[in-house]
């Protein structure tokens, strides 16, 4: 089993409907969850990280963590042609930065997302 | 603050040579990464800089060396190049009070 999986996509919304994008991780002690995107030909950047269950709301985007069914989801509310990249979920194990992971992402494989007009 | 940045942009090896990938940070980050990633594999840790004057392996370092010259530069080394190592690279930092971290604008290299 990969430590990180999403589904596989490509997923594919009208413009205004809401992108549900999951991810599972395999490592219990995982602490720290991040969602990046990547625009094609792009590098990653970071849209959001979640520490604790439940729900963390940022502008249209919101994840939620559930610890004990170890998976993580990014909503994107009214979705639009520009949210149209590739998402990437990422698990640190161990939440100090401080600690012995060292900040090290593992990243699932990604998911296309197309917000068509 | 140009962030992280990576040269070359794009690189053609034929199998066998070598080459160095540098990366150049500006942010006063401690901790520095290199990536590689290929269609449908997301990203993969090759090496990591905890510190300046510390590296350690990732998930796939077999085929590449690394240094951290200063606290700036992290670059990474192909010694003798071969086709599988044909992706795109990245290379991150991160400041150890945080744990976002910024990547650079990639590297694409094609091994013949």
């Known amino acids: 089993q990969k430590e990180v999986e999403q589904n596989s996509g490509p997923l594919s919304v009208p413009e205004g409907a809401i992108a549900s994008l999951n991810c599972t991780y395999s490592?219990?002690?995982?602490?720290?969850f991040f969602w990046y995107r990547q625009y094609s030909g792009k590098s990653p950047e970071l849209i959001m990280s979640?520490?604790?269950?439940g729900d963390k709301e940022d502008g249209r985007f919101t994840a939620q963590l559930n610890k004990a069914s170890q998976y993580v989801s990014l909503l994107i509310r009214d979705s639009q042609p520009s949210d149209s990249a590739t998402y990437l979920c990422?698990?640190?194990?161990?939440?100090?930065?401080?600690?012995?992971?060292?900040?090290?992402?593992?990243f699932g494989q990604g998911t296309i997302l197309t917000v068509h007009p | 603050n140009a962030g992280v940045t990576q040269t070359p942009k794009f690189q053609v090896l034929k199998t066998g040579q070598s080459m160095t990938l540098q990366c150049a940070q500006d942010?006063?980050?401690?901790?520095m990464y290199w990536y590689r990633q290929d269609p449908g594999m997301g990203l993969r840790l090759i090496y990591y800089?905890?510190?300046?004057?510390?590296?350690d392996k990732g998930e796939v370092p077999n085929g590449y060396n690394v240094s951290r010259l200063n606290k700036r530069e992290f670059s990474l080394r192909l010694e003798s190049a071969a086709p599988s190592q044909t992706s795109v690279y990245f290379c991150?930092?991160?400041?150890?009070?945080?744990?976002?971290?910024?990547f650079g604008p990639g590297t694409r290299l094609t091994v013949l």
């Open positions: 991150a930092s991160r400041q150890t009070s945080d744990n976002e971290q910024f």
């Open positions: 942010m006063n980050h401690n901790s």
């Open positions: 990422a698990v640190i194990p161990i939440f100090n930065a401080g600690g012995t992971s060292y900040g090290k992402l593992t």
């Open positions: 800089s905890a510190s300046e004057g510390t590296t």
């Open positions: 490592d219990r002690v995982s602490q720290s």
């Open positions: 979640i520490y604790s269950n």
